[in-house]
T-cell receptor
Framework: DTEVTQTPKHLVMGMTNKKSLKCEQHMGHRAMYWYKQKAKKPPELMFVYSYEKLSINESVPSRFSPECPNSSLLNLHLHALQPEDSALYLC???????????????FGPGTRLTVT | AQKITQTQPGMFVQEKEAVTLDCTYDTSDQSYGLFWYKQPSSGEMIFLIYQGSYDEQNATEGRYSLNFQKARKSANLVISASQLGDSAMYFCAMREGTTSGTYKYIFGTGTRLKVLA
């Protein structure tokens, strides 16, 4: 099973709202990723968790707050977002992010976020 | 500096024909991995094929093959016998190390492929 699930599929929120995106995998992967993707652009890395610890933060504004409650779950908490934050948010996982051995990433279907 | 370069913003191919999508990369690492992903309009990124830098042979997965030319730093994707369902955006990606010791994946700008009936 190479499935990564994400909820919700679509989310519309106002600039004063607080919401969360959820991601789950049951492949035993120890690395999980959040990406932001604008239309017709490649995914942009936001955060990497390795063994449940935040290991990369690509200078993401603090209105995005990641959380990894356990090795299968990854959340992205959203607060006071701006309209320019509207995008497709993709979660991914891979077996490892610390080993020199290379592993492919598996992506979830994404959450299409609209900030009004 | 751009590390993954895809020079074809859009490509057309006739159904049942083969098509090659170009990807060049830049790295100073000796050990690295190259990937191709397909992204249909639905948004999900689908892993297609992987090539390791030390792999002797070009990777193949069904109708997908990777034309890996290490000296030229190119990793082109070849899709044989194109199908209408192959119409999508295709991204080339590379796994690279960071100063923190964590590896991350970087993506090219993508090529939009349209298969014509």
């Amino acid at each position: 099973d190479t499935e990564v699930t994400q909820t919700p599929k679509h989310l519309v929120m106002g600039m004063t709202n607080k919401k969360s995106l959820k991601c789950e995998q049951h492949m035993g992967h120890r690395a999980m990723y959040w990406y932001k993707q604008k239309a017709k652009k490649p995914p942009e890395l936001m955060f990497v968790y390795s063994y449940e610890k935040l290991s990369i933060n690509e200078s993401v504004p603090s209105r995005f707050s990641p959380e990894c409650p356990n090795s299968s779950l990854l959340n992205l908490h959203l607060h006071a977002l701006q309209p320019e934050d509207s995008a497709l948010y993709l979660c991914a996982s891979s077996q490892d992010s610390l080993s020199v051995a290379t592993y492919e990433q598996y992506f979830g279907p994404g959450t299409r976020l609209t900030v009004t | 500096a751009q590390k993954i370069t895809q020079t074809q913003p859009g490509m057309f191919v006739q159904e049942k024909e083969a098509v090659t999508l170009d990807c060049t990369y830049d790295t100073s690492d000796q050990s690295y991995g190259l990937f191709w992903y397909k992204q249909p309009s639905s948004g999900e990124m689908i892993f297609l094929i992987y090539q390791g830098s030390y792999d002797e042979q070009n990777a193949t997965e069904g109708r997908y093959s990777l034309n890996f030319q290490k000296a030229r730093k190119s990793a082109n994707l070849v899709i044989s016998a194109s199908q209408l369902g192959d119409s999508a955006m295709y991204f080339c990606a590379m796994r690279e190390g960071t100063t923190s010791g964590t590896y991350k994946y970087i993506f090219g700008t993508g090529t939009r492929l349209k298969v014509l009936a």
